[in-house]
């Protein structure tokens, strides 16, 4: 089935510059697959019988990396709803824990809030394999680090000072506290806290390539402004073409 979700602004690769973007725009998706990306009128008048999902004023783009998967996934803990003790990750609330149920649980609870706002990504290494079974079911792409290998489309030497400004591999947590070099400190659930679009996507929307997208409210002004997501506003989550985020 096809479907075509429409946005006033579409990103295809915010990392680079120079790369098109498309006013009133749509991606239109067939399976797990980009089958087209381009203006929204277009696209609607080649595929009248493509289901519409309507966005609005926002921001569609890749789906974004969270380089602190590690510390967010083996050593904080998500809160089971019935513990009634908040939802924000207990810091470290897993380290020295040896109940695998346990921590998977805290895993898939945790990845379920990333998809929250826009994760399609995720950074490791993850050691436990109640996590790394997480992370395979979820569909989140995992990343063996937080080198420029899992910054994705959003660079190279730029983008990895931007995530060591906030704290990867030199914050809170970080070496051993983290679990040794390369892994990343103590970080949000939310990448766009402290990193910008263009460095916190992961990889860039092609025809043909997988559908990982997030869509997103943008701040209320005009012009180019206009474009810019905002923190905490992810709207819709797809992963391989499926809707696995909608904010109600």
Request: with cysteine.
């Amino acid at each position: 089935m096809l479907t075509l979700h429409r946005a006033a602004f579409v990103l295809p690769d915010p990392a680079d510059p120079t790369a098109p973007s498309h006013p009133d725009g749509a991606v239109l998706v067939r399976g797990e697959l980009v089958e087209a990306i381009g203006p929204y009128g277009g696209l609607a008048a080649a595929h009248p019988g493509a289901r519409v999902r309507e966005w609005g004023r926002a921001v569609l783009a890749p789906g974004l990396c969270n380089p602190y998967g590690h510390w967010l996934l083996e050593r904080a803990y998500h809160p089971d709803p019935r513990e009634e003790i908040g939802v924000e990750p207990v810091a470290d609330g897993l380290v020295g824990s040896t109940d695998e149920t346990r921590c998977g649980a805290s895993a898939r609870r945790g990845l379920q809030r990333m998809l929250g706002f826009g994760v399609t990504a995720v950074a490791g290494p993850f050691r436990r394999a109640s996590v790394r079974t997480a992370v395979a079911r979820s569909g989140v792409v995992a990343l063996t680090g937080t080198s420029s290998g899992a910054v994705g489309a959003a660079g190279t030497a730029g983008a990895v000072g931007a995530w060591g400004v906030a704290g990867v591999g030199g914050g809170a947590g970080a070496g051993g506290g983290a679990g040794g070099a390369g892994d990343s400190g103590a970080g949000p659930l939310d990448p766009l806290a402290v990193l910008s679009l263009a460095e916190a996507v992961h990889g860039r929307l092609t025809v043909g390539g997988r559908a990982d997208f997030a869509v997103f409210a943008v701040f209320a002004s005009a012009g180019e402004e206009g474009a810019r997501p905002a923190p905490g506003g992810c709207l819709a989550t797809v992963l391989g073409g499926r809707l696995v985020y909608r904010r109600r």
